[in-house]
C-alpha cells in the first residue's frame, strides 16, 4: 500500500512539473528552462537533505552520475515534446516508454516476476501509440484537433526511454543513501545543462545575437521554478517508493504522470482530443495498471 501511495504521489508531481516545464518552454529556450529547472530542484533536495539525510557512498555517486546523465537527455526531450503538443497525446506516449523500461529491466535482470498481464498491457500500450498518434485533423462535432507533430512523437520516444533509465538509476542506489543519489543527479544536470546554456550564450554573442526571443519575467520565473521545485519533489516519491516495494509496481504507477499534465493542459490550455484519441489515452493508463498488476 505504501508503495502504490509514493507512486500515485510522484506520478502526480511529476506530471504537474512537466505541465509548468512546458508551459515555460513555449516562451524561452527548452534547454534554458530545463537547466533552470535543475538548479531549482537541487536547491530544494540540498534544503531538505538535513531532513531526510544523504550518505553519499561510492555506490551512490555512481548511480547519481547514471541518473543525471539519462536525466538530461530525458528533460530535453521532454520538455521540447510538450512545448511541441499537444500536451495531451505526447505525455502518455512519453509514459508508456517510461513505465515499460523499468518493468523490463525489472524482468530481466533483476528477477522480478512478469505475468502474462505485463505481456498483454505490452501490447494495448503498442495500439494505444496507433491510436493517439494517427487521428483526423477534425473531429465530428467539427471541432479542431491538433495533430502531435513527428518531431514531437519521437522527442517523446527519446524522453521516455531517458526517464525510465534515469528512475531506475535512482532505484538501485543503496537504500541507506538517503537522498544522495538524487542530489548526485540534480548536480550533473545542472553542470551539464548550465554548461549548454553558458555555450549557447558564448555563441550568440559571437554572432552579435544578444538578445533572447523573451524576456525571462516574473510569471516566466515562477513557472519553472515550479517545474524545478515539484520535479525535486516528485524524484524523493519515486526513490521512497522504489525502495519500499518492486521496481516494476513503481516505474509503472509513477508513468501514470499523464493523468496530472492532461488535466491541467484541458483546464488552462482548453486542448481538445479526439475520441480515437481519448481511446488511446485510456488503453495508454489501462496498459500502466496492468503492468502493475503484472
Not at 496530472?260 to 482530443?273: N, S
Request: aromatic share 6%; glycine share 10%.
Amino acid at each position: 500500500m505504501i508503495t502504490a501511495l509514493l507512486g500515485l504521489c510522484t506520478a502526480i508531481t511529476y506530471g504537474a512539473a512537466d505541465f509548468f516545464a512546458a508551459i515555460a518552454s513555449r516562451k524561452i529556450r527548452v534547454v534554458v528552462v530545463t537547466a533552470l529547472a535543475s538548479i531549482t530542484g537541487l536547491v530544494v533536495l540540498l534544503l531538505l537533505s538535513p531532513l531526510l539525510g544523504a550518505t553519499f557512498s561510492n555506490e551512490a555517486f555512481f548511480w547519481g552520475l547514471m541518473g543525471g546523465f539519462s536525466s538530461v537527455v530525458a528533460l530535453l526531450a521532454l520538455y521540447a515534446s510538450l512545448a511541441l503538443g499537444p500536451i495531451s497525446i505526447v505525455s502518455p506516449l512519453g509514459a508508456l516508454l517510461s513505465a515499460i523500461v523499468p518493468a523490463v529491466i525489472g524482468v530481466s535482470l533483476l528477477g522480478e516476476s512478469f505475468s502474462i498481464l505485463g505481456w498483454l498491457a505490452i501490447a494495448m500500450a503498442l495500439i494505444a501509440v496507433v491510436l493517439v498518434g494517427f487521428v483526423p485533423s477534425n473531429s465530428k462535432t467539427g471541432e479542431k484537433i491538433e495533430l502531435p507533430k513527428p518531431r514531437a512523437i519521437i522527442l517523446a520516444i527519446i524522453a521516455g526511454t531517458g526517464i525510465g533509465l534515469a528512475v531506475t538509476a535512482l532505484a538501485r542506489s543503496p537504500q541507506d543513501s538517503g537522498i544522495a543519489p538524487i542530489i548526485v543527479m540534480r548536480t550533473t544536470a545542472s553542470v551539464l545543462l548550465g554548461a549548454i546554456v553558458l555555450l549557447g550564450v558564448w555563441r550568440r554573442k559571437l554572432r552579435a545575437q544578444t538578445q533572447e526571443r523573451t524576456k525571462l519575467d516574473r510569471k516566466i520565473w515562477l513557472t519553472v521554478l515550479a517545474a524545478g521545485g515539484l520535479d525535486a519533489m516528485a524524484n524523493i516519491f519515486f526513490t521512497l517508493a522504489s525502495r519500499s516495494g518492486s521496481l516494476t509496481v513503481t516505474g509503472v504507477l509513477t508513468a501514470l504522470y499523464p493523468l496530472g499534465t492532461i488535466i491541467l493542459a484541458r483546464v488552462v490550455l482548453k486542448e481538445h482530443v479526439a475520441g480515437i484519441q481519448k481511446i488511446g489515452i485510456a488503453l495508454t493508463l489501462s496498459a500502466s495498471l496492468l503492468l502493475a498488476l503484472a
